[in-house]
């Protein structure tokens, strides 16, 4: 078993949905990290949390410590969301762990 | 800022050669993280250089080395190259305190 889980591991959804992505992890942290990585490779890091919530435009990230859980949510989704999301769990010595990913389509 | 850069973009070698990637971190982080990902998966902890001296290690065989120099900048060389060591390369720096990570476009090695 993976030490990080996400679903699911494909996602299509049309224009203006309301989009979750879900991230369990199975050790010990100081911070999660929600990642977007796009074709071709580049990854940006979209939140970086250790408790509670955040929200940055159109995206909510949540992450609940004591049932080792963290949700992504995108409103009212666009194309341009496009991309795979990627879990990643920071452990001792600002090392990552990552999930799998999400590979979420969004059509117009 | 130029953020986190690599070297080079692309490459192509060929079974049982070398390689080195380059890597430089964000300008004021003294960290750098080097992660394997293979095609359809998420990236895996090669190992993490902390001044100059190799930190952490993951599950990778010692064909995997690196180096890290006096600027932060950090290589990663990989000797008696696999098929399976076909992948893309990704860099992260991170502060002294190693929360956040900044990543680099990656290096995409194809192996033939």
């Known amino acids: 078993k993976n030490e990080v889980e996400q679903s699911p591991q494909n996602l299509t959804a049309q224009e203006g949905e309301f989009i979750t992505i879900n991230c369990s992890y199975s050790v010990g942290i100081s911070a999660l990290h929600w990642l977007q990585q796009h074709p071709g490779g580049g990854i940006v890091s979209l939140f970086m949390?250790?408790?509670g919530k955040k929200k940055h435009g159109r995206l909510i990230a949540t992450i609940n410590i004591q049932e080792k859980h963290s949700s992504l949510h995108i409103t009212a989704s666009h194309p341009r969301d496009s991309a795979v999301y990627i879990c990643a769990v920071l452990t001792s010595g600002s090392r990552l762990t990552f999930g799998e990913g999400t590979q979420l389509t969004v059509n117009p | 800022d130029a953020g986190v850069t690599q070297s080079p973009t692309h490459l192509i070698k060929t079974r049982g050669q070398q390689v080195t990637l380059r890597c430089s971190p964000k300008s004021g982080h003294d960290t750098v993280s080097w992660y394997q990902q293979a095609l359809g998966q998420g990236p895996q902890f090669i190992f993490q250089?902390?001044?100059?001296?190799?930190?952490q290690r993951g599950n990778f065989p010692d064909r995997f080395s690196g180096h890290q120099f006096p600027n932060y900048s950090s290589e990663l060389n990989v000797n008696a190259l696999l098929l399976g060591d076909s992948a893309l390369y990704l860099c992260a720096s991170s502060s002294p305190t190693g929360a956040e990570q900044y990543f680099g476009p990656g290096t995409r090695l194809t192996v033939t």
């Open positions: 949390l250790s408790s």
């Open positions: 250089y902390y001044e100059e001296e190799e930190r």
